[in-house]
C-alpha cells in the first residue's frame, strides 16, 4: 500500500484534507517580521523587507538609516538600497501585477522600484487632495490601489501604467472604517473598482466613482471588523464584532457560512485558502476554518505572513517558508491511509515491482480496466509534489503502468516531465520561485521567463525557453542589453565579440535595438559597430541617423533601394548639415540625388537652384527660372500694367542669359530671347487697347487678335519682328478678317497681290461663315478643278460643280458629287451623264 508517512502529515477539514509542506528554511539573517513591514509578490514572487517606521523598535548593531531590502522568496538577498523619500511615513507597500514595488506614503506620493531595488521614475501623485488630508490606508490589487485619507475620503489609480488618479464619490462618514476591502474591475458590473468599508454600523458601505450603496443590512448584526475578498471575487470572507466568521457573496445578499470563533478580537490577518477555507490569524495562532466542522489549528512561535495564492497560501515566518493547500484529489487517492484506489494500486505495485515480488502482477490484476485513469492519477500527483524524489516515484509509477495500457495518451508522461524540470529549476534555493503546476499554467511559461529576465536569471531563462521550444530572442535582447550596461570598463571591440558570439544563436534578431541601447548607455562607437551586423535596412538606418552616422545611412538607404528610407535619411541630413556639405553628399548617389531633385523641383525650387549652380547645371537653373515665370503669368495680377510683368520678363532674360552660357542650349536662349520680346509687345498691346487679352497667347493668335481688333499696323509689326512667312501671314489674316465679317477688306485683300496660298483658304473662310455669295467671288479663281467642284457643291451649286467636275475628267469624284446632292434627282442625273460619257469615252 501506499506511504503512510506522507499522509500522516495531512489535516482533515471536514472532508477534505490539507497539507502544509515546508519549502524553504529562510536564508536570510536578523530578519524579524515583527519589526518589519513586509510585501510578499503572489507567484512565488519576490519579498520586500522594511523596518516599520510606526513602531519602536530596538536597534542592535543595525543602522539607524532605513533599508529597503529585497529577497527571493527562499530569503536569498537580491538587492537593497537606503530608504530617503520623502513624504512622510510608509502607509502601505505592495507588489503589482509586474514586480514592481509600490510604496505609498503619507502625502500621497507614490515610489516605485524594481527587483533590484531601483527607484523608477516618475513618482506618482495620489493628488492635492492626498498631499493636504494625509493617506492613512491602502488597499492594493493587480495593477492598481485605493487609499482613504483622514477625511475618509477615497482616491483610486486604476492601473499603474497610465497612472492617473480619480477621486471616488464621498463615503459620508466621520469616522475611520474598521476595514477595508476591494473587489477587482474584472469582477464588478461597472468595470470600475468596487471598495468595501466596513464601518460602525450593521452594514458594508460599496464605493465606486459614481455613487456610495450599503450593502449587507439584511443579513448582518453588527459591523464587520476584517473583510477579504476571493480571488474571483465571488465571496466575501469577514470576520465579525462578536467573533464570528462570515462567508458571504461579494453582493452581500446571501450567507453562505457561519462559524463561531475561538476569540472575540479581530484576527491580525484574514486570507482566502484557495477557494475552500479561510485562514484566521492570531499572535501564535492560524486558524483554518472550512464550510462544515471543527477549524484545524497551526501554532506560530514567531510571527508570519500570509500570502494568498490561487491554489493555497504561502506561510512566511522568519525562519521558513511554507504552502498551505488542499490536497488534489489525485495525491489523495494515492497516499490516504488505507486508499485503494486504482492510483494507490499502481503506486504499491511498482513498489511490489522494485522489490521483485509477484504482488506487482496481483495489484495489476486488480486495477484491470481503470489502469489508464490510475496512470493519469499518478502524472497528476507528480506534478502537485514539491519533493523531487517523491515526483519521480510517482512518474515511474505512471510509466510501469503505462507499459500495460496500450490506449494512453503516450506523450503525457513526457509533457508532465517537462513541466517538472521546468518548476524544479525555478524552486531551486538560488531562484526561489516557489510555483505550484496550477499557478505556473495560470502565469504561463512566457511570463515566468520574463520574470526570470528581470531577476537577471538570464542562462537559466534560455535554457528554458530553448527546452520548451519558444523564442530565444527576448532573453537574449535583455541579457545583451544588461552586459551593455555592466561592462563600462570592457573595450568596445571586446563587448563585441562578446556580443555577437550570443547574439548569433537567436536569428532574426534585432542588432539595431541593441545598438540602440548601446547609444543610449554613452557608447556610440559600440553602437555603430552593432549596427553593421543589421540586416534590415529599415531598422539600421533610423539608428544610423540617430548615432550621428549619416554618410553610412545613406549608403545603407540607397544600397536597399527603398525610396522611404532614402527620403528619410535626405531629410534628417539637410536640417543637419550646411547646403553645400548637403550638395556634395547626394552628388556621388544616384539615386538620393535623383529623389531630392523631384521633391525639392515641387517644394522647395529656390533650394533646387543652389544646388543647381553648387553643380554647375545652370540649364537645369534656366528651366527652374522659365517655370517660375510661367508660375507668376498664372497669378491674375499679372496683367494690365501689373509690376509683377516686370520681373517675369527679368527672368526670362536672365533664362536666356543662363542658357547662352553653354553651347548645347542655342535653341532654348533663342526662345527664351523671342518669348521676352513677346511679352513685351503683347503687355505694350494691353496697355494700348486696355484688353487683357494678349499676353500668353501665341504669335499667330497674336497676330489674329491684332487684326480682329483693327490694328493692322500692331500685326504687321509683329509679323516683321518674329519674321511671320507669307503663307502664315496670308493664312491668319483670312480667318481674321472672316470673323470679324469684314469682306470689303478680305475682298481688297485678295487684290494686292496674287496670293502664296492660294484661294482656298479664302473660299473656305466664306463657306465656314455661311457667306455663300462671298465664296462666289473667289471659286472661279481657283485654279484646279477639282477644288471648284468641292467648293461648288458644298454652297449647291450642282451645275458649277458638274462643269468644273466634267473638266477634271474624275470619275471618282463625280462619284462623291453625285452622294452630295442625292436628294436632287434633276442634279443626279446630271452627274450619271457625265460619268456615263467619261465611261463611255474611255
Given at each position: 500500500m501506499a506511504n503512510v508517512s506522507v499522509a500522516a502529515e495531512w489535516q482533515l477539514l471536514y472532508n477534505r484534507y490539507y497539507r502544509k509542506p515546508e519549502l524553504y528554511r529562510m536564508g536570510w539573517l536578523h530578519v524579524d517580521l515583527s519589526r518589519n513591514r513586509v510585501a510578499c509578490a503572489p507567484f512565488g514572487g519576490p519579498i520586500a523587507v522594511i523596518r516599520d517606521d510606526s513602531k519602536i523598535v530596538q536597534l542592535h548593531s543595525?543602522?539607524?538609516?532605513?533599508?529597503?531590502?529585497?529577497?527571493?522568496?527562499?530569503?536569498?538577498?537580491?538587492?537593497?538600497?537606503?530608504?530617503?523619500?520623502?513624504?512622510?511615513?510608509?502607509?502601505?507597500?505592495?507588489?503589482?501585477?509586474?514586480?514592481?514595488?509600490?510604496?505609498v506614503v503619507q502625502d500621497g506620493t507614490v515610489y516605485r522600484y524594481n527587483v533590484y531595488a531601483k527607484l523608477l521614475e516618475p513618482n506618482i501623485s495620489m493628488g492635492k487632495e492626498c498631499f493636504?488630508?494625509?493617506v492613512v490606508d491602502c488597499v492594493f490589487w493587480g495593477n492598481g490601489l485605493v487609499c482613504i485619507t483622514e477625511s475618509n475620503q477615497l482616491f483610486?489609480?486604476?492601473?499603474?501604467?497610465?497612472?492617473?488618479?480619480?477621486?471616488?464619490?464621498?463615503?459620508?462618514?466621520?469616522?475611520?472604517?474598521?476595514?477595508?476591502?476591494?473587489?477587482?474591475?474584472?469582477?464588478?458590473?461597472?468595470?470600475?473598482?468596487?471598495?468595501?468599508?466596513?464601518?460602525?454600523?450593521?452594514?458594508?458601505?460599496?464605493?465606486?466613482?459614481?455613487?456610495?450603496?450599503?450593502?449587507?443590512?439584511?443579513?448582518?448584526?453588527g459591523p464587520l471588523q476584517k473583510m477579504a475578498v476571493s480571488c474571483d471575487g465571488q465571496w466575501l470572507a469577514s470576520f465579525t464584532h462578536d467573533g464570528r466568521l462570515l462567508v458571504l457573496t461579494s453582493d452581500m445578499r446571501q450567507v453562505i457560512m457561519e462559524q463561531e470563533c475561538e476569540s472575540a478580537l479581530p484576527p491580525e490577518q484574514l486570507s482566502w485558502c484557495g477557494m475552500d477555507s479561510v485562514l484566521l490569524?492570531?499572535?501564535?495562532m492560524l486558524l483554518m476554518m472550512g464550510p462544515i466542522g471543527d477549524p484545524v489549528r497551526y501554532f506560530y512561535d514567531e510571527p508570519i505572513v500570509l500570502i494568498p495564492e490561487c491554489d493555497g497560501v504561502r506561510i512566511l515566518s522568519n525562519s521558513s517558508m511554507e504552502f498551505l493547500q488542499r490536497v488534489p484529489d489525485s495525491t489523495e487517492s494515492i497516499f490516504k491511509i488505507g486508499s485503494t484506489?486504482?492510483?494507490?494500486?499502481?503506486?504499491?505495485?511498482?513498489?511490489?515491482?522494485?522489490?521483485?515480488?509477484?504482488k506487482a502482477d496481483e495489484n495489476l490484476r486488480l486495477i484491470g480496466l481503470s489502469l489508464p485513469e490510475a496512470v493519469e492519477a499518478c502524472i497528476d500527483a507528480a506534478g502537485h509534489e514539491f519533493d523531487i524524489l517523491r515526483q519521480r516515484t510517482l512518474l515511474r509509477a505512471a510509466s510501469y503502468g503505462q507499459a500495460f495500457c496500450s490506449n494512453f495518451q503516450r506523450d503525457r508522461i513526457q509533457e508532465m516531465s517537462k513541466i517538472l524540470r521546468v518548476l524544479n529549476a525555478v524552486r531551486n534555493h538560488e531562484i526561489g520561485i516557489p510555483l505550484?503546476?496550477?499557478?505556473?499554467?495560470?502565469?504561463?511559461?512566457?511570463?515566468?521567463?520574463?520574470?526570470?529576465?528581470?531577476?537577471?536569471?538570464?542562462?537559466?531563462?534560455?535554457?528554458?525557453?530553448?527546452?520548451?521550444?519558444?523564442?530565444?530572442?527576448?532573453?537574449?535582447?535583455?541579457?545583451?542589453?544588461?552586459?551593455?550596461?555592466?561592462?563600462?570598463?570592457?573595450?568596445?571591440?571586446?563587448?563585441l565579440e562578446i556580443l555577437l558570439d550570443k547574439l548569433k544563436l537567436c536569428k532574426g534578431i534585432s542588432y539595431a535595438a541593441v545598438a540602440a541601447h548601446a547609444d543610449k548607455s554613452g557608447r556610440r562607437k559600440l553602437a555603430a559597430m552593432l549596427v553593421e551586423h543589421e540586416p534590415r535596412s529599415s531598422k539600421q538606418v533610423p539608428l544610423l541617423l540617430s548615432i550621428g552616422e549619416e554618410d553610412i545611412a545613406l549608403i545603407k538607404a540607397t544600397e536597399c533601394g527603398d525610396t522611404d528610407l532614402v527620403y528619410l535619411v535626405l531629410f534628417h541630413i539637410w536640417q543637419k548639415r550646411q547646403p553645400l556639405e548637403f550638395f556634395g553628399m547626394i552628388q556621388a548617389r544616384t539615386l538620393a540625388r535623383d529623389l531630392f531633385i523631384v521633391y525639392a523641383r515641387c517644394y522647395k525650387q529656390e533650394f533646387l537652384k543652389d544646388y543647381f549652380l553648387s553643380t554647375g547645371q545652370l540649364q537645369e537653373v534656366a528651366f527652374l527660372l522659365w517655370k517660375e515665370s510661367w508660375d507668376l503669368g498664372q497669378n491674375p495680377m499679372a496683367s494690365k500694367g501689373s509690376p509683377l510683368l516686370g520681373p517675369r520678363i527679368k527672368l526670362i532674360e536672365k533664362v536666356q542669359n543662363l542658357f547662352s552660357e553653354t553651347k548645347e542650349h542655342t535653341f532654348e536662349s533663342k526662345a527664351a530671347e523671342e518669348h521676352s520680346k513677346l511679352l513685351r509687345m503683347q503687355h505694350e498691346l494691353e496697355v494700348s487697347t486696355k484688353q487683357a487679352i494678349f499676353v500668353d497667347s501665341s504669335i499667330s493668335d497674336t497676330i489674329r487678335t491684332c487684326i480682329v481688333l483693327g490694328n493692322h499696323r500692331a500685326a504687321m509689326k509683329v509679323k516683321t519682328e518674329f519674321k511671320v512667312s507669307e503663307k502664315r501671314w496670308y493664312w491668319l489674316k483670312v480667318f481674321a478678317l472672316s470673323t470679324?465679317?469684314?469682306?470689303?477688306?478680305?475682298?481688297?485683300?485678295?487684290?494686292?497681290?496674287?496670293?502664296?496660298?492660294?484661294?482656298?483658304?479664302?473660299?473656305?473662310?466664306?463657306?465656314?461663315?455661311?457667306?455663300?455669295?462671298?465664296?462666289?467671288k473667289y471659286i472661279p479663281k481657283l485654279t484646279?478643278?477639282?477644288?471648284?467642284?468641292?467648293?461648288?457643291?458644298?454652297?449647291?451649286?450642282?451645275?458649277?460643280?458638274?462643269?468644273?467636275?466634267?473638266?477634271?475628267?474624275?470619275?471618282?469624284?463625280?462619284?462623291?458629287?453625285?452622294s452630295t446632292f442625292s436628294q436632287n434627282a434633276a442634279a443626279s442625273s446630271i452627274f450619271d451623264t457625265l460619268r456615263s460619257s467619261f465611261q463611255g469615252v474611255s
Open positions: 543595525e543602522s539607524a538609516l532605513r533599508k529597503l531590502r529585497i529577497f527571493n522568496s527562499a530569503g536569498v538577498l537580491l538587492s537593497e538600497t537606503v530608504w530617503k523619500n520623502p513624504g512622510g511615513r510608509l502607509v502601505a507597500m505592495s507588489w503589482t501585477d509586474d514586480q514592481t514595488l509600490a510604496c493636504e488630508q494625509n483610486c489609480i486604476s492601473d499603474f501604467k497610465n497612472p492617473k488618479s480619480s477621486q471616488l464619490a464621498d463615503t459620508g462618514i466621520e469616522e475611520p472604517p474598521h476595514c477595508m476591502a476591494v473587489i477587482e474591475p474584472q469582477y464588478t458590473m461597472s468595470g470600475n473598482v468596487e471598495v468595501l468599508l466596513g464601518v460602525g454600523e450593521a452594514y458594508v458601505l460599496a464605493v465606486e466613482e459614481d455613487g456610495v450603496q450599503q450593502l449587507g443590512f439584511e443579513v448582518l448584526r490569524y492570531w499572535d501564535d484506489s486504482p492510483a494507490a494500486l499502481l503506486y504499491d505495485a511498482l513498489d511490489h515491482f522494485d522489490r521483485r515480488s509477484a505550484s503546476i496550477q499557478q505556473y499554467k495560470l502565469l504561463t511559461p512566457s511570463v515566468l521567463i520574463s520574470r526570470l529576465i528581470n531577476a537577471h536569471q538570464h542562462l537559466l531563462a534560455l535554457r528554458i525557453s530553448e527546452y520548451l521550444g519558444m523564442n530565444q530572442e527576448v532573453v537574449i535582447m535583455h541579457w545583451t542589453c544588461s552586459k551593455i550596461t555592466a561592462s563600462l570598463a570592457i573595450p568596445d571591440a571586446v563587448l470679324i465679317r469684314d469682306w470689303d477688306a478680305l475682298e481688297k485683300f485678295s487684290r494686292e497681290k496674287r496670293p502664296p496660298i492660294g484661294f482656298r483658304p479664302f473660299v473656305e473662310a466664306c463657306i465656314e461663315a455661311d457667306e455663300k455669295g462671298e465664296a462666289l484646279d478643278p477639282r477644288e471648284r467642284a468641292e467648293s461648288y457643291a458644298r454652297i449647291g451649286m450642282a451645275k458649277e460643280a458638274a462643269d468644273a467636275a466634267s473638266q477634271a475628267k474624275d470619275g471618282e469624284l463625280l462619284g462623291r458629287l453625285k
